[in-house]
């Protein structure tokens, strides 16, 4: 009790000079913008609650804001989105939690404006996607998968048996690579639209790993950013055409020879390869027991769709594209447009029948759950939001 007290009341005293600053900070912005929200309700003890809780926001994601306008249009922004994610979260119906990430500031427009991938309209690929290497086969056509370990699931040769009647009660009924220690730490795409070369990198890390029995291998994402001619940089691209130009380098450099900054840039040449591959392979439009055959293999590249306003704020559960805007609830608020990217990491059901992906993220580990997210599984035609519509995985 004795330290409970003290801890509140020494936060009352860290509180203390928040809410003097606030008592200057908002009037002082108010008298610059004369119709904003704040202005017909004053200093009330809602806004004062909230600015304390966008204080520690943005303490906990180390924002600042260059001029004190923009820190007013975005607390509004903030309060617009706690509201949203306040409302959502007593909606019975979501079937997973939403709460503050790293983008609680940005409104679901500037949000897509800055974290769309930009990747396009998947069916103009069509030629591109002829010209896969296929020295792995037809995934369904993969050796025996028997359940047990996983890096022996991972080395079975590529013997090709008749296609399995029901190969889904042959896999492992869970899988998750990240027990298996070849899971690097989630990394943070930030402002460049460099979320394919996340994955790509993701997923070959964890294949090297699986191959090899060794540590993962931090890769370098910056490398595809500024190098891969195949795919556009910060302007999108697709973790297929990453392996294929992965393979035409002659292979992948590590992070730390080539860190990532954030943005475009000229491409520095001559940086030794940390891993190579020898193919890599798309799997089937539409078959997610395809995408669990490959998973309970090694962790798989997917895009998706992520143009719903609750997944920018998802923080646990599983995710089923179902959300709950101002009271109207939406089942499948995504469509199946390819502007997001997840590598595809384990697989598993949950104890009430929920079946799910964990998908590991490129925004950081204060998004989700540390950085992951679960998925709905088993979603016809092309799985939750698109995943299903062009999955790919590097073979080293
Ligand atoms: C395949 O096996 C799984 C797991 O045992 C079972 O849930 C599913 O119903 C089976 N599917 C078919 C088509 O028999
Ligand atoms: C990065 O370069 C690509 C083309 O390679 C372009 O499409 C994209 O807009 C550029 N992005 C930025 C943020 O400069």
Redesign the pocket.
Known sequence: MASMRSSSSSMALALLPLLVAAAFFIPSLLASSASRTLDDHGLDGEALLMLGRFHGWMAAHGRSYATEEEKLRRFEVYRSNMAFIEAANRDSRMSYRLGETPFTDLTHDEFMAMYGGNNGDPTSEKEEMMMITTRAGPVHEGGGVHGGDLHQLAAVDEEEPPRRANLTALLPPSVDWRAEGVVTPVGFNAW?SSCWAFVAAATIESAKAISTGDPPPVLSEQQLVDCDTLD????GGWMDRAFKWVIQNGGITSAAAYPYTD??GTCQEGKPAEATLSSYKLLPRGDEEAIMEAVARQPVAVAFDHNDPCFQHYIDGVYDAGCSISGVYTKGACKTAQNHALALVGYGTKPDGTKYWIGKNSWSAKWGENGFVYVLRDSPPLGLCGLAVRPSFPII
């Open positions: 460049c556009k940089g910060c302007g943005k475009n």
